[in-house]
C-alpha cells in the first residue's frame, strides 16, 4: 500500500469516528477513490475550460483544444501558440481564450511558478494561481485536492458541497462559508476526503 493510499484509509477512518452522517456516507459510498491529475498546468485548463460550462460541454471543448495543438501535447508552449480566434473555434469564449493565453503566459515567463507549488503552503498556493486572470479561489482549492494531493482542503464556495452540507445535515438553504466552517470542523485534517464524499453524496 503506497503512504498516499494509507494516509486516505486512515482519514476515512477518523471520518467514520468524527461525524455520524458522513459516517452513513462512507457506508453508501464505499472506499475513497480520489486520482490525482499530476499536470498542473493541464488541470487549470481543464478548470477555466469548464467554468460555467455543463460537464459533457466541457469535456467536448477540452477535446477539441487538445486535438487544436495535436500533435503537440496540450501546453504552455503549444496553447500559446494558438491564437484567440483558433480558441474561439473550438467552442470557447473570447473571455476564457484571453484566460487561457494568461496562463500560457505567466507560465512561460516563470511569473507562475508551476514546479514549485508542492512546496508552498495552501494559501501560499492560491496566492501565487489567483495572479493568472480568470483563476479565482475556488480553482486554486481544486488543483489543491486534486493535483497536489492536499488532504485538508475545504472548497467553501463550491455549490456541490454546500447543496451536500445542506441535504446531509437538514439546513434550509445553502450554507455560507462560516456554517461550512463549522460543520466541517469535526472533519479536520482531512476535509478535502469528507469533501470529495459530499460531491459522491450526489450519486446516491
Given at each position: 500500500?503506497?503512504?498516499?493510499?494509507?494516509?486516505?484509509?486512515?482519514?476515512?477512518?477518523?471520518?467514520?469516528?468524527?461525524?455520524?452522517?458522513?459516517?452513513?456516507?462512507?457506508?453508501?459510498?464505499?472506499?475513497?477513490?480520489?486520482?490525482?491529475?499530476?499536470?498542473?498546468f493541464?488541470?487549470?485548463?481543464?478548470?477555466?475550460?469548464?467554468?460555467?460550462?455543463?460537464?459533457?460541454?466541457?469535456?467536448?471543448?477540452?477535446?477539441?483544444?487538445?486535438?487544436?495543438?495535436?500533435?503537440?501535447?496540450?501546453?504552455?508552449?503549444?496553447?500559446?501558440?494558438?491564437?484567440?480566434?483558433?480558441?474561439?473555434?473550438?467552442?470557447?469564449?473570447?473571455?476564457?481564450?484571453?484566460?487561457?493565453?494568461?496562463?500560457?503566459?505567466?507560465?512561460?515567463?516563470?511569473?507562475?511558478?508551476?514546479?514549485?507549488?508542492?512546496?508552498?503552503?495552501?494559501?501560499?498556493?492560491?496566492?501565487e494561481?489567483?495572479?493568472?486572470?480568470g483563476?479565482?479561489?475556488?480553482?486554486?482549492?481544486?488543483?489543491?485536492?486534486?493535483?497536489?494531493?492536499?488532504?485538508?482542503?475545504?472548497?467553501?464556495?463550491?455549490?456541490?458541497?454546500?447543496?451536500?452540507?445542506?441535504?446531509l445535515?437538514?439546513?434550509?438553504?445553502?450554507?455560507?462559508?462560516?456554517?461550512?466552517?463549522?460543520?466541517?470542523?469535526?472533519?479536520?485534517?482531512?476535509?478535502?476526503?469528507?469533501?470529495?464524499?459530499?460531491?459522491?453524496?450526489?450519486?446516491?
Amino acid at each position: 500500500m503506497t503512504p498516499r493510499r494509507e494516509r486516505i484509509e486512515q482519514a476515512v477512518r477518523h471520518l467514520r469516528r468524527a461525524d455520524p452522517v458522513l459516517k452513513a456516507v462512507i457506508r453508501q459510498v464505499g472506499p475513497c477513490q480520489m486520482r490525482l491529475r499530476r499536470d498542473r498546468f493541464v488541470t487549470l485548463v481543464r478548470s477555466i475550460v469548464g467554468q460555467q460550462v455543463y460537464g459533457h460541454a466541457a469535456r467536448s471543448i477540452f477535446a477539441r483544444l487538445n486535438e487544436a495543438v495535436a500533435p503537440a501535447r496540450l501546453s504552455a508552449e503549444s496553447l500559446s501558440g494558438l491564437s484567440i480566434e483558433s480558441l474561439r473555434s473550438v467552442g470557447l469564449s473570447r473571455q476564457k481564450a484571453a484566460y487561457l493565453h494568461d496562463l500560457s503566459a505567466k507560465t512561460l515567463s516563470g511569473e507562475v511558478r508551476l514546479n514549485r507549488l508542492g512546496r508552498l503552503p495552501d494559501e501560499g498556493v492560491i496566492a501565487e494561481l489567483t495572479q493568472v486572470k480568470g483563476i479565482g479561489r475556488w480553482t486554486a482549492e481544486m488543483l489543491l485536492i486534486f493535483s497536489l494531493g492536499r488532504l485538508d482542503v475545504l472548497p467553501c464556495d463550491d455549490l456541490g458541497v454546500r447543496g451536500a452540507l445542506r441535504n446531509l445535515y437538514k439546513l434550509d438553504e445553502l450554507p455560507n462559508r462560516k456554517t461550512c466552517e463549522t460543520l466541517a470542523q469535526p472533519w479536520r485534517p482531512y476535509a478535502s476526503i469528507a469533501s470529495w464524499y459530499c460531491w459522491r453524496s450526489h450519486d446516491l
